[in-house]
T-cell receptor, first 113, second 115 residues
Framework: GENVEQHPSTLSVQEGDSAVIKCTYS??????FPWYKQELGKRPQLIID?????GEKKDQRIAVTLNKTAKHFSLHITETQPEDSAVYFC????????????FGAGTILRVKS | DAGVIQSPRHEVTEMGQEVTLRCKPI?????LFWYRQTMMRGLELLIY????????DSGMPEDRFSAKMPNASFSTLKIQPSEPRDSAVYFC?????????????FGQGTRLTVV
C-alpha cells in the first residue's frame, strides 16, 4: 500500500524566515496531496492541497510543489509568524481507494520571535 | 453545518471496561474515517467507511476494536476490553467523493485515558 515519509520531524526557524517541509510517497498512482496544520490540542485542518495535474499551487504565504517523477511534494511557508507554530502533516491518496488518506508522521514547526 | 461532531470529548476509564466513541459526520459526506493519534505513532488510520460500508479495517489494532456505521449520520468505535495502551486521541473525519481526492474534515477528537 501507499507509504508517505515526511522530513524533518522538527523544524525551528526565526520569525520572518522561510520554512520548508518535504514528503515522499511510494505509489505512483497517488493523485491528491493535502497538507494539514494541527495546533496544540486541536484538530488537524487543511491548509492547502494539490492534485497530480498541477505542479505548484500558492495561497498567500504558503505554497506547495509536486514532482511526480521523483514522487515528492513540499510545503513552503514564507515570512513565518509565531502563529505558524504547529504540527504539519502531509498526506496522499489514490483514486482507486476513494478518499482514503495516508498521512506522514508530521513536522513540529517552531517559529521563534 | 456544525462540522463533524464527536462525543465524548474526554473519557477516562478503568482497564477492562468497554469504551464507545461516537461520531456524526457532515451531512452529505459519503466517507467516514476513524484515526488514532499518539506521540509515538502519529495519525493512524484505523478503519474507513464508504456509504456506510466498511472498506478497509486493516488498521484496527486488535479484535478488541470494532466499528459500526448503522446509517449515514452515525458511527461508533468500540474498545472492549480497554487497556492502558489504548490511551490516545481518537479522531473521526468525513469527506465527500469528488473523483479526484477530497479534503477530510476532522472532528474535535476524543481524548481517551485508560487507567
Amino acid at each position: 500500500g501507499e507509504n508517505v515519509e515526511q522530513h524533518p520531524s522538527t523544524l525551528s526557524v526565526q520569525e520572518g524566515d522561510s520554512a520548508v517541509i518535504k514528503c515522499t510517497y511510494s505509489d505512483s498512482a497517488s493523485n491528491y496531496f493535502p497538507w494539514y496544520k494541527q495546533e496544540l490540542g486541536k484538530r488537524p485542518q487543511l491548509i492547502i492541497d494539490i492534485r497530480s495535474n498541477v505542479g505548484e499551487k500558492k495561497d498567500q504565504r504558503i505554497a506547495v510543489t509536486l514532482n511526480k517523477t521523483a514522487k515528492h511534494f513540499s510545503l513552503h511557508i514564507t515570512e513565518t509568524q509565531p502563529e505558524d507554530s504547529a504540527v504539519y502533516f502531509c498526506a496522499a491518496s489514490i483514486k482507486e481507494y476513494g478518499n482514503k488518506l495516508v498521512f506522514g508522521a508530521g513536522t513540529i514547526l517552531r517559529v521563534k520571535s | 453545518d456544525a462540522g463533524v461532531i464527536q462525543s465524548p470529548r474526554h473519557e477516562v476509564t478503568e482497564m477492562g471496561q468497554e469504551v464507545t466513541l461516537r461520531c456524526k459526520p457532515i451531512s452529505g459526506h459519503d466517507y467516514l474515517f476513524w484515526y488514532r493519534q499518539t506521540m509515538m505513532r502519529g495519525l493512524e488510520l484505523l478503519i474507513y467507511f464508504n456509504n456506510n460500508v466498511p472498506i478497509d479495517d486493516s488498521g484496527m489494532p486488535e479484535d478488541r476494536f470494532s466499528a459500526k456505521m448503522p446509517n449515514a449520520s452515525f458511527s461508533t468505535l468500540k474498545i472492549q476490553p480497554s487497556e492502558p495502551r489504548d490511551s490516545a486521541v481518537y479522531f473521526c473525519a468525513s469527506s465527500r467523493w469528488t473523483g479526484l481526492g477530497a479534503e477530510a474534515f476532522f472532528g474535535q477528537g476524543t481524548r481517551l485515558t485508560v487507567v
